[in-house]
């Protein structure tokens, strides 16, 4: 709601309130953002927060002659330009044709409305029922308009503002900056929260004080980037995730961008954000706008979860459009860890068949599948089907996907080539490149000029043609280099469109070349978005996922067109987890896809359980990037349980309220030493991460425990639910588990007759067919015993015993549980549920001897077991006395043979697997 009188305006959301006024100088003062709070009917009471001053204090500007006492640089205001006395940075910086740079924009009127408008070259947000104010303000001696368009999202608890730039004079404008938001804020007591990175660790959260100085987060790839999202937050330093003021701010721009805080000498803080001014410099020619980028801003009083949750149904309301707004994400296996470029229809389709089997809906063939691509040095651009790999050609393929009842989607890269294409041989002008010097190349490729009409139509048109070639319901677009030699040899903007008696043609001058090269990088931006934007709206029931080498483009004006966007190319759940974290305070869960992939994990050879990983993976939009074909039938088991286990929860996990357990990202208010050692907090920051997913309304939820390091004689772990309703009955339980006795190496020998060497043969054999009954979590109880006290887990294993109801925890090993209101049909589900004691049978007795007589260890007689007292086991199980003598005697001579020998049995086991392949490794 939007309230104004006599130059005041408040803007309300639910539970926040903005508001400013207008001086009699004509500037728009910012008064109050914060929580929410009421005024009287008239407004007069603007006087209590109104800054109050009789005097200029030494060494400072007086406005002019009428406002002596005025001094801009001490003031809150809602846009700043510079030259009147304010030293701060400015929200714009102009020059005007006779050189000067004085900027000073005066209020001249506003309006009100019902409903956004679309911008003619920016997304934007869009609402409805949401009410914008414009406020329009003149520049006070030359002939620039500057309006400020505020949109309040009642609701979501947000408030978004852009600027519109209108040249109403004679003469070209240079635009050196103008930014789209601005905050100034009366005191600079506050810690930023940002988030840096780089390839495969992306969204880093940081903070840091902002209390003095000025800080600066700054993007300048080209992109909105992995190493400075421009997502960001300001927090009163005691806040954590539950508690205290934070406000959180983004921009809905994918290009290069600044975040920018700056503490003043009077201890007030201004707040920015907008389009990087790094080499951006924007002629506006009179008659023509300049469209700023639209940035977001919010308010919590209850801490960070509760900001998040304004960002994250802001940006599923007012953000995504579509058909896929509010349709649930398939679950997708991506070829691309599965074969990089190496496949072929048949390779593919087997893996489809796994997937299939599996309960995955979706497959995707990634990179690799037209032009001569079989590396990544050539024929980007080119995007005819490689007949060699795909004799049937796309449509060939997906229909065979389809009967597999899969549906089919597919990579594509359009806004790149390789000099090594046709595509680049027909047009080497079509770059990003400066003709006079060599050119830096970024993964053997180079930009496709996006500010070029003639790029932007052929993008549009060879993608339609991909796109119609075959029955695609999935397109991953990908975007796999950032900026450099930034030059367009076109530079559309300085050119003229003539019409003669033989056609339309463009006239570009020299002059207009050199003068608009600031435009190229912001111009880029505008045409991907009118390709975005053609192409879906050409296809409405395509589901696209943007991706940049991962996250280097993950940010609010992709997701106006592209619903997903791949948060990461490392899959590492360790990592993973932190990345996801770092996106979840400002993007909702189901924006982020999250796959399982392999173990050695391909990023950092780590080794994790596939149960890790899927827990991490189904925070987010799931799907897999694996060669299914090597996983052996115990793990494609694991993997259809885990399946379905989504399938069961999706609802939950993508439209779901996401809480973060734990303190948050100004968690090192704990003592340094603390904070960091895994030693004396092993139930703390940076080792655990505690999520919480639940309905909106708190009726059921699903919550992941993820340990990274192991720390003994550390029993008791509490997991604190959120998000659940306080008077609702409960029936808490954990994802159903089985325990490797790998995992407990040597230990076993403290419950087995005979010696079992540990990673031996005999090992695997047992492990195959014994597995250790894991802690079963199972509690009825009120909402707000779970919230508050949190739910005391099993202890955990600490190297003194072991029975089922010991928690064990490997390092990396994450864990889920599930909360459900308590109802006649839980209650059935409750006792089904129970974990059954694991037994060996007869039949898998005499299989296991076959088995370890194909390995040369006969059985014969059989021993029964007795538990001894250090490892309470509770299961059974019988091997006999020469098979283990024969495997102990084959560890001991032929230890590398015999783990071979295995390998090959597993492969030999399962006809239908393949050989695994090498992977060329290459995960950029
Ligand atoms: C980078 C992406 O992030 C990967 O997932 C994969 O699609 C490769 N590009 C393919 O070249």
Not at 419 to 447: F, I, M
């Given at each position: 709601m939007i309230q104004i009188k006599d130059n005041k305006f408040v803007l309300n959301t639910k539970n926040t309130t903005y508001c400013f006024e207008i001086s009699d100088t004509g500037h728009a003062m910012h008064r109050y953002y914060g929580k929410r709070v009421r005024f009287l009917p008239n407004l007069s009471d603007f006087d209590v927060i109104r800054q109050k001053r009789e005097f200029i204090t030494g060494n400072s500007i007086a406005y002019d002659k009428d406002h002596q006492a005025l001094a801009m640089e001490d003031e809150c205001l809602e846009i700043s330009g510079s030259g009147k006395g304010d030293l701060r940075s400015p929200f714009i910086s102009l020059v005007f044709a006779d050189g000067s740079r004085t900027v000073d924009f005066i209020y001249?009127?506003?309006?009100?409305?019902?409903?956004?408008?679309?911008?003619?070259?920016?997304?934007?947000?869009?609402?409805?029922?949401?009410?914008?104010?414009?406020?329009?303000?003149?520049?006070?001696?030359?002939?620039?308009?500057?309006?400020?368009?505020?949109?309040?999202?009642?609701?979501?608890?947000?408030?978004?503002?852009?600027a519109d730039l209108i040249n109403e004079g004679s003469d070209p404008v240079r635009v050196e900056r103008i930014l789209s938001l601005q905050l100034d804020l009366p005191d600079s007591g506050y810690e930023g929260i940002f988030f840096d990175g780089a390839w495969a660790r992306e969204m880093h959260s940081y903070h840091t004080s902002l209390a003095h100085g000025m800080h600066v987060s700054r993007s300048y790839t080209g992109t909105s980037s992995n190493r400075a999202n421009p997502f960001f937050m300001v927090a009163r330093p005691q806040t954590n995730e539950d508690r205290g003021e934070c406000f959180g701010f983004n921009l809905i721009y994918s290009g290069n961008h600044m975040e920018i805080t700056d503490a003043n000498a009077y201890g007030k803080i201004r707040i920015q954000s907008g389009i990087n001014e790094e080499g951006f410099?924007?002629?506006?020619?009179?008659?023509?706008?300049?469209?700023?980028?639209?940035?977001?801003?919010?308010?919590?009083?209850?801490?960070l979860n509760a900001l998040s949750h304004n960002m994250h149904f802001f940006v599923r309301e007012h953000i995504v459009r579509g058909e896929w707004k509010y349709k649930d994400r398939p679950i997708l296996l991506n070829s691309w860890e599965a074969a990089y470029f190496k496949f072929d229809e048949a390779k593919l389709l087997k893996l489809a068949k796994r997937a299939s089997d599996a309960g995955i809906e979706l497959f995707v063939m990634d990179d690799g599948w037209f032009g001569e691509r079989d590396d990544d040095t050539k024929s980007l651009g080119d995007w005819v089907v490689n007949?060699?790999?795909?004799?049937g050609g796309l449509s060939g393929l997906a229909d065979k996907i389809n009967k597999l009842g899969l549906s089919f989607g597919?990579?594509?890269?359009?806004?790149?080539?390789?000099?090594?294409?046709?595509?680049?041989?027909?047009?080497?002008?079509?770059?990003?490149?400066n003709p006079k010097r060599d050119h830096s190349e970024g993964r053997n490729q180079r930009v496709l000029d996006l500010s070029r009409k003639e790029v932007r139509e052929y993008i549009i048109d060879t993608m339609s043609r991909v796109f119609s070639s075959a029955n695609i319901a999935y397109v991953k677009w990908d975007m796999n280099r950032i900026f450099s030699d930034v030059y367009s040899g076109s530079a559309r903007a300085g050119s003229v469109i003539v019409v003669d008696e033989t056609g339309t043609h463009e006239v570009v001058n020299e002059e207009a070349i050199s003068q608009h090269q600031g435009e190229v990088a912001h111009r880029y931006v505008l045409g991907l978005y009118e390709i975005m934007g053609a192409l879906t709206e050409k296809f409405p029931h395509i589901l696209f996922e943007g991706c940049a080498s991962g996250g280097?483009?993950?940010?609010?004006?992709?997701?106006?067109?592209?619903?997903?966007?791949?948060?990461?190319?490392?899959?590492?759940?360790?990592?993973?987890?932190?990345?996801?974290?770092?996106?979840?305070?400002?993007?909702?869960?189901?924006?982020?896809g999250a796959h399982v992939s392999a173990s050695p994990n391909h990023q950092t050879l780590r080794r994790t359980q596939l149960r890790t990983r899927f827990a991490v993976a189904a925070f987010g939009s799931l799907g897999y990037e694996c060669n299914l074909n090597d996983f052996t039938k115990e793990q494609m088991d694991e993997i259809k349980d885990e399946i379905a286990v989504y399938k069961k929860y999706r609802e939950i996990f993508q439209h779901g309220k996401f809480f973060r357990g734990g303190m948050g990202p100004l968690a090192d208010l704990v003592p340094i030493s603390d904070a960091t050692s895994v030693l004396f907090n092993p139930t703390g920051v940076g080792n655990i991460t505690e999520w919480t997913i639940a309905t909106r309304y708190g009726t059921k939820a699903v919550g992941l425990m993820l340990k990274k390091l192991v720390a003994p004689n550390t029993q008791n772990m509490r997991y604190f639910p959120k998000g659940l309703e306080e008077n609702t009955e409960y029936h808490f339980f954990n994802h159903e588990l089985t325990y490797d006795i790998r995992d407990f190496g040597d230990l076993v020998n403290t419950v087995t007759p005979i010696h079992v060497k540990q990673d031996s043969l005999?090992?695997?054999?047992?492990?195959?067919?014994?597995?250790?009954?894991?802690?079963?979590?199972?509690?009825?109880?009120?909402?707000?015993?779970?919230?508050?006290?949190?739910?005391?887990?099993?202890?955990?294993?600490?190297?003194?015993?072991?029975?089922?109801?010991?928690?064990?925890?490997?390092?990396?090993?994450?864990?889920?549980?599930?909360?459900?209101?308590?109802?006649e049909e839980v209650l059935k589900e409750k006792g089904a549920e129970a974990t059954p004691e694991p037994e060996v049978t007869e039949a898998e007795l005499a299989e296991l001897a076959a088995e370890a007589e194909g390995e040369n260890?006969?059985?014969?007689?059989?021993?029964?077991?007795?538990?001894?007292?250090?490892?309470?086991?509770t299961e059974e199980y019988e091997i006999t006395d020469e098979e283990s003598e024969e495997a102990e005697e084959e560890d001991d001579n032929e230890d590398d043979e015999s783990d071979e020998e295995y390998e090959d049995d597993e492969d030999d086991s399962d006809e239908e697997y393949e050989e695994s392949e090498e992977t060329d490794g290459d995960n950029n």
């Amino acid at each position: 709601m939007i309230q104004i009188k006599d130059n005041k305006f408040v803007l309300n959301t639910k539970n926040t309130t903005y508001c400013f006024e207008i001086s009699d100088t004509g500037h728009a003062m910012h008064r109050y953002y914060g929580k929410r709070v009421r005024f009287l009917p008239n407004l007069s009471d603007f006087d209590v927060i109104r800054q109050k001053r009789e005097f200029i204090t030494g060494n400072s500007i007086a406005y002019d002659k009428d406002h002596q006492a005025l001094a801009m640089e001490d003031e809150c205001l809602e846009i700043s330009g510079s030259g009147k006395g304010d030293l701060r940075s400015p929200f714009i910086s102009l020059v005007f044709a006779d050189g000067s740079r004085t900027v000073d924009f005066i209020y001249d009127s506003c309006t009100l409305e019902k409903g956004t408008a679309e911008r003619k070259t920016l997304p934007g947000s869009y609402g409805e029922e949401a009410d914008v104010l414009t406020v329009s303000f003149v520049e006070k001696y030359y002939k620039v308009r500057l309006n400020i368009v505020y949109t309040v999202y009642e609701e979501e608890n947000v408030i978004t503002r852009y600027a519109d730039l209108i040249n109403e004079g004679s003469d070209p404008v240079r635009v050196e900056r103008i930014l789209s938001l601005q905050l100034d804020l009366p005191d600079s007591g506050y810690e930023g929260i940002f988030f840096d990175g780089a390839w495969a660790r992306e969204m880093h959260s940081y903070h840091t004080s902002l209390a003095h100085g000025m800080h600066v987060s700054r993007s300048y790839t080209g992109t909105s980037s992995n190493r400075a999202n421009p997502f960001f937050m300001v927090a009163r330093p005691q806040t954590n995730e539950d508690r205290g003021e934070c406000f959180g701010f983004n921009l809905i721009y994918s290009g290069n961008h600044m975040e920018i805080t700056d503490a003043n000498a009077y201890g007030k803080i201004r707040i920015q954000s907008g389009i990087n001014e790094e080499g951006f410099a924007y002629i506006l020619k009179p008659g023509d706008t300049f469209e700023a980028p639209e940035a977001v801003m919010s308010f919590s009083d209850s801490g960070l979860n509760a900001l998040s949750h304004n960002m994250h149904f802001f940006v599923r309301e007012h953000i995504v459009r579509g058909e896929w707004k509010y349709k649930d994400r398939p679950i997708l296996l991506n070829s691309w860890e599965a074969a990089y470029f190496k496949f072929d229809e048949a390779k593919l389709l087997k893996l489809a068949k796994r997937a299939s089997d599996a309960g995955i809906e979706l497959f995707v063939m990634d990179d690799g599948w037209f032009g001569e691509r079989d590396d990544d040095t050539k024929s980007l651009g080119d995007w005819v089907v490689n007949k060699k790999k795909l004799p049937g050609g796309l449509s060939g393929l997906a229909d065979k996907i389809n009967k597999l009842g899969l549906s089919f989607g597919l990579w594509v890269e359009p806004e790149m080539v390789n000099v090594n294409s046709d595509l680049y041989e027909e047009h080497p002008d079509w770059c990003l490149a400066n003709p006079k010097r060599d050119h830096s190349e970024g993964r053997n490729q180079r930009v496709l000029d996006l500010s070029r009409k003639e790029v932007r139509e052929y993008i549009i048109d060879t993608m339609s043609r991909v796109f119609s070639s075959a029955n695609i319901a999935y397109v991953k677009w990908d975007m796999n280099r950032i900026f450099s030699d930034v030059y367009s040899g076109s530079a559309r903007a300085g050119s003229v469109i003539v019409v003669d008696e033989t056609g339309t043609h463009e006239v570009v001058n020299e002059e207009a070349i050199s003068q608009h090269q600031g435009e190229v990088a912001h111009r880029y931006v505008l045409g991907l978005y009118e390709i975005m934007g053609a192409l879906t709206e050409k296809f409405p029931h395509i589901l696209f996922e943007g991706c940049a080498s991962g996250g280097n483009r993950f940010d609010l004006g992709i997701l106006c067109y592209f619903p997903q966007i791949w948060a990461s190319d490392n899959t590492d759940p360790i990592c993973r987890a932190e990345i996801q974290q770092g996106y979840s305070y400002g993007y909702p869960l189901e924006t982020m896809g999250a796959h399982v992939s392999a173990s050695p994990n391909h990023q950092t050879l780590r080794r994790t359980q596939l149960r890790t990983r899927f827990a991490v993976a189904a925070f987010g939009s799931l799907g897999y990037e694996c060669n299914l074909n090597d996983f052996t039938k115990e793990q494609m088991d694991e993997i259809k349980d885990e399946i379905a286990v989504y399938k069961k929860y999706r609802e939950i996990f993508q439209h779901g309220k996401f809480f973060r357990g734990g303190m948050g990202p100004l968690a090192d208010l704990v003592p340094i030493s603390d904070a960091t050692s895994v030693l004396f907090n092993p139930t703390g920051v940076g080792n655990i991460t505690e999520w919480t997913i639940a309905t909106r309304y708190g009726t059921k939820a699903v919550g992941l425990m993820l340990k990274k390091l192991v720390a003994p004689n550390t029993q008791n772990m509490r997991y604190f639910p959120k998000g659940l309703e306080e008077n609702t009955e409960y029936h808490f339980f954990n994802h159903e588990l089985t325990y490797d006795i790998r995992d407990f190496g040597d230990l076993v020998n403290t419950v087995t007759p005979i010696h079992v060497k540990q990673d031996s043969l005999l090992m695997d054999l047992l492990a195959k067919k014994v597995k250790l009954p894991a802690e079963t979590e199972d509690y009825t109880a009120y909402g707000s015993l779970l919230m508050s006290a949190g739910v005391a887990l099993k202890q955990n294993f600490s190297g003194t015993g072991y029975n089922e109801n010991v928690r064990y925890d490997q390092d990396f090993s994450g864990k889920l549980f599930f909360i459900e209101d308590v109802d006649e049909e839980v209650l059935k589900e409750k006792g089904a549920e129970a974990t059954p004691e694991p037994e060996v049978t007869e039949a898998e007795l005499a299989e296991l001897a076959a088995e370890a007589e194909g390995e040369n260890v006969s059985s014969q007689e059989t021993v029964e077991e007795e538990a001894p007292a250090a490892v309470e086991n509770t299961e059974e199980y019988e091997i006999t006395d020469e098979e283990s003598e024969e495997a102990e005697e084959e560890d001991d001579n032929e230890d590398d043979e015999s783990d071979e020998e295995y390998e090959d049995d597993e492969d030999d086991s399962d006809e239908e697997y393949e050989e695994s392949e090498e992977t060329d490794g290459d995960n950029n």
